[in-house]
């Protein structure tokens, strides 16, 4: 698991930013316009890994049971009060000296996860009053209003066996076997692994990426070569902890499968790093301690369609080695929007809320297969909520809200 050090803001070299607009346009919907209507508003983009939550009730549920409900929930959560204190599902909580702003669930044989597990991150705005664990979910109440909540499994879509036996025939190589953490130990003591990942995510989202911009242009310095600059928009998430903001920009998943089956050549202007938190369409990668950053692309051959190639990462054509300078390249910025994947069912992100109702599910990865799983539903105590609309603010991004009748 990466860890990046805070304060440092790192961006591309000067000379890489010749002839390119120093302010991208204003986004055309804010997400906090968005967000700001309702009683539940969720958030999904394929900019980043988690679910954003935003209400003003004082009372949300989170896994909740629903008709026709096949999975329970978690058999366990965990929270920071001087170490990681562990909670068991029916048994009181004292959550008074809660220190930190995540909460770590997993579900370790519950009904539904008898076979594999899904650790779940759940990250606070502010400090709950009151935390009950049992069949009717997670309930977190809290002295004002809930604000904003991030939810996102730490170790993305990848399903984890949930038992040694399940472990020793589940297929994984031999490497990833090793790093592969084993929940059904964590009852009895949280290691460092998944306490590492929830607060590595505590402090990178405390900004929620909601908007992409990018700009083509030609690259001086390599005959038939383009760069690409990608800038993106941040949604601020302030929380009652005093936590050191990590910058992290995200890269498409599907960027670096999609160039290298078009052999391309590629080169970002920042390190790259793979977060080891698989989506269904390739790993999460990110670019550190910049807002902002560029790739060099390049494509030797002329494919034989008139001289240009589709960059499938961003849906954009741009001239074959050799084409005239200048040609194809931006005049301002645009909108960036990843692709979901070469199969359009398939998310960018693998947890998601299923069309039209509150509940959350899970594209999951193993060896074999994929598969969706249940992770409940979302409630905020005992009031009904009518569906509000779902509203897509631009193309990486969409929220769903909820209305009180």
């Not at 999975?71 to 008074?96: E, L, Q, R």
């Not at 909601?210 to 928009?233: D, K, M, N, T, V």
């Not at 902890?241 to 078009?262: D, F, G, M, R, Y």
């Not at 590629?266 to 790739?295: C, I, N």
Request: include cysteine; proline fraction near 11%; hydrophobic fraction near 40%.
């Amino acid at each position: 698991m990466l860890l990046v050090i805070a304060g440092c803001r790192r961006g591309e070299p000067d000379g890489l930013m010749t002839g390119v607009p120093p302010r991208t346009p204003e986004p055309p919907r804010l997400l906090s316009e968005a967000m700001g209507h309702g009683a539940l508003s969720v958030v999904e983009s394929q900019l980043s890994p988690a679910l954003l939550l935003h209400t003003t009730s004082r009372v949300v549920v989170l896994f909740a049971p629903y008709a026709d409900n096949h999975s329970g929930p978690p058999h366990y959560v965990a929270f920071g009060a001087n170490g990681p204190k562990i909670v068991t599902n029916g048994t009181p909580a004292d959550v008074s000296k809660i220190q930190e702003r995540w909460i770590l669930a997993w579900f370790e044989g519950a009904q539904g996860w008898e076979r594999s597990d899904c650790p779940m991150g759940i990250l606070l705005q502010h400090a709950p009053s009151s935390l009950q664990l049992n069949d009717q979910g997670l309930r977190l109440e809290f002295a004002q209003g809930a604000g904003d909540i991030s939810l996102m499994p730490i170790y993305g879509s990848r399903l984890i066996p949930s038992t040694a036996a399940e472990l020793a025939s589940s297929g994984f190589p031999r490497e990833e076997l090793k790093r592969l953490p084993k929940v059904w130990e964590w009852s009895q003591a949280v290691p460092r692994d998944p306490l590492t990942r929830v607060r590595y995510w505590a402090s990178a989202l405390l900004r929620y990426p909601f908007h992409a911009w990018a700009f083509l242009g030609s690259e001086s310095s390599q005959p038939g070569g383009y760069r690409f600059h990608a800038r993106f928009e941040w949604h601020p998430l302030p929380c009652d902890w005093q936590l050191p903001p990590l910058i992290v920009c995200p890269v498409s998943p599907s960027l670096e499968a999609a160039l290298s089956a078009h052999g391309a050549e590629v080169q970002f202007s920042q390190r790259t790093f793979d977060m080891d938190w698989p989506t269904p369409v390739g790993p999460l990668m990110t670019v550190p301690e910049t807002d902002h950053y560029s790739v060099l692309l390049r494509k030797p051959e002329a494919p034989g369609d008139g001289g240009e190639w589709r960059w499938p990462a961003v849906g954009r054509k741009v001239p074959a080695a050799g084409a005239s300078e200048g040609v194809g390249v931006d005049k301002q910025w645009r909108e960036w929007v990843f692709p979901p994947s070469t199969e359009p069912i398939l998310p960018v992100m693998p947890l998601r809320i299923r069309e039209g109702t509150r509940i959350l599910e899970l594209v999951g990865t193993n060896v074999y297969a994929r598969a969706l799983k249940s992770l409940g539903a979302l409630r905020l105590g005992p009031e009904e909520l009518t569906f509000g609309g779902r509203e897509m603010i631009n193309g990486n991004t969409r929220v769903t809200r909820w209305n009180l009748p």
